[in-house]
């Protein structure tokens, strides 16, 4: 009867801590042709859920720079057509919204910029010939760009309210 040939643990790869794997736990090894089936199912999913990732934050991203941009072209058109009937403090309004919509144009366009980066450490993590201590670390700088993304991406969304509330202001300042 032929031996089955054994493997590492196809969770870990003999690479995490023993405390931590389920299966090093346990001490279970499977034969070798198992394990590659397993990595390559579990590849298969991490891949989706990046992409799936990837995707998401790119409709955020384009979004808010959507919303912001045409706010702030709303506001040169209404501008145009109505600078010379609004009064003093409607003038200013404007202006302070208008540089609030700017400001949310900058935070998308530094998210987009950031959500790059994090994919490019993610992306390096996965190039053949990277693991141990520098896939952590690659991972661990994705990790922080795209904490920057969310964060950038959030600043512009918060911007776009604050700079609507202060255009639709427009309308109740009482003009004396």
Same mark, same amino acid.
């Given at each position: 009867?032929?031996?089955?040939?054994? %493997? &590492?643990? +196809?969770?870990?790869? $003999?690479? %995490?801590?023993?405390?931590?794997?389920?299966?090093c736990?346990?001490?279970?090894?499977? +034969?070798?042709e198992?394990?590659?089936? @397993?990595?390559?199912k579990?590849?298969e999913?991490? &891949?989706? &859920?990046?992409?799936?990732? #990837?995707?998401?934050?790119t409709?955020?991203?384009? %979004?808010? /720079?959507? #919303?912001? $941009?045409?706010?702030?072209?709303? *506001?040169?058109? =209404?501008?145009?057509?109505?600078?010379?009937?609004?009064? *003093?403090?409607?003038?200013? @309004?404007?202006?302070?919204?208008?540089?609030?919509f700017? @400001?949310?144009? =900058?935070?998308?366009?530094?998210?987009?910029? =950031?959500?790059?980066?994090?994919?490019?450490?993610?992306?390096?993590?996965?190039?053949?010939?990277?693991?141990?201590?520098?896939?952590?670390?690659?991972?661990?700088?994705?990790?922080?760009?795209?904490?920057?993304? *969310?964060? =950038?991406?959030?600043?512009a /969304?918060? &911007?776009? #309210?604050?700079? @609507?509330?202060?255009?639709?202001a427009?309308? /109740?300042?009482?003009? %004396?």
């Amino acid at each position: 009867m032929a031996e089955v040939q054994k %493997s &590492l643990c +196809p969770m870990c790869n $003999g690479v %995490s801590q023993p405390k931590t794997c389920p299966i090093c736990l346990g001490e279970e090894l499977i +034969p070798i042709e198992q394990a590659l089936e @397993l990595r390559a199912k579990q590849a298969e999913t991490d &891949l989706k &859920l990046v992409n799936a990732a #990837l995707e998401a934050g790119t409709t955020a991203v384009k %979004s808010v /720079f959507l #919303l912001n $941009g045409g706010s702030a072209v709303a *506001i040169l058109a =209404f501008l145009g057509k109505t600078i010379e009937q609004l009064a *003093i403090k409607q003038q200013h @309004l404007v202006g302070y919204a208008l540089i609030v919509f700017g @400001l949310g144009v =900058f935070a998308a366009g530094a998210a987009n910029g =950031f959500r790059y980066l994090a994919q490019h450490n993610y992306s390096k993590e996965f190039q053949a010939g990277v693991s141990g201590s520098d896939a952590v670390k690659l991972r661990d700088q994705g990790d922080m760009w795209r904490g920057w993304t *969310i964060g =950038f991406t959030v600043a512009a /969304f918060c &911007l776009f #309210l604050i700079g @609507l509330g202060m255009s639709s202001a427009i309308f /109740f300042v009482e003009v %004396s």
